[in-house]
């Protein structure tokens, strides 16, 4: 059974990046067929999409993320990372990794999820 | 950009059947996924594609989806039920979530 783990500072300040990271266990990120993903949840609000990433590195974003936001894989640790940059206050939220089985083009659901970490956006 | 529609809240008595509504624009032409989130804890898919469930997920769950309107439905709907779900569907590339629906079973 496949496990993911978020790691990463709790409160990050104004004007700052962002930064976690996703930890695999029992499963592969280099496994080709899943696609890897974060997702966040500001607190009592419902639930974002960030982007997903390919084991060789392919990305897609959220459109309305996507000038802020990077994701990267380490297949040598198993782990996946996100950087969100310039964060506000409105960037507060648990953010969730979970993975995509690539099952249908464009039918992606979410079959896995970690813990989820929650991160203040504050000074 | 595209929107998913969940009522806020629907209430149901135990034992009795639960039936959440995910609204979009030819949502039919999509496919529909469901996501069981208790306090505190992270998401849960109960159904892909419209109507998979995994096998982990009670036969209780069922889903369907046609027209404008996907439906989450849970059978004989129990007390462990209670809880907030999210339908989800992809547009242009992008995952979309519905706004969710606290389940209460009363």
């Known amino acids: 059974q496949v496990q993911l783990q978020e790691s990463g500072p709790g409160l990050v300040k104004p004007s700052e990046t962002l930064s976690l990271t996703c930890t695999v266990s029992?499963?592969?990120?280099?496994?080709?067929?899943?696609?890897w993903s974060w997702i966040r949840q500001p607190p009592g609000k419902g639930l974002e999409w960030i982007g997903y990433i390919y084991y060789r590195g392919r990305t897609h974003y959220n459109p309305s993320l996507k000038s802020r936001v990077t994701i990267s894989v380490d297949t040598s640790k198993n782990q996946f990372s996100l950087n969100l940059s310039s964060v506000t206050a409105a960037d507060t939220a648990v953010y969730y990794c979970?993975?995509?089985?690539?099952?249908?083009?464009?039918?992606?659901?979410?079959?896995?999820w970690g813990q989820g970490t929650l991160v203040t956006v504050s000074s | 950009s595209y929107e998913l529609t969940q009522p806020p809240s629907v209430s149901v008595s135990p034992g009795q059947t639960a039936s959440i509504t995910c609204s979009g624009d030819?949502?039919?032409?999509?496919?529909v996924s469901w996501y069981q989130q208790k306090p505190g804890q992270s998401p849960v898919l109960v159904i892909s594609q419209d109507t998979k469930r995994p096998s982990e997920i009670p036969e209780r769950f069922s889903g369907s989806n046609s027209g404008n309107t996907g439906t989450l439905t849970i059978a004989g709907t129990q007390a462990m039920d209670e809880a907030d779900y999210y339908c989800?569907?992809?547009?242009?590339?992008?995952?979309?979530f519905g706004g969710g629906t606290k389940l209460t079973v009363l």
């Open positions: 989800q569907a992809w547009d242009s590339s992008t995952a979309v």
């Open positions: 979970a993975r995509v089985p690539i099952v249908v083009i464009l039918d992606y659901y979410f079959d896995n």
């Open positions: 030819k949502l039919g032409d999509k496919f």
């Open positions: 029992g499963g592969s990120v280099s496994n080709g067929s899943y696609y």
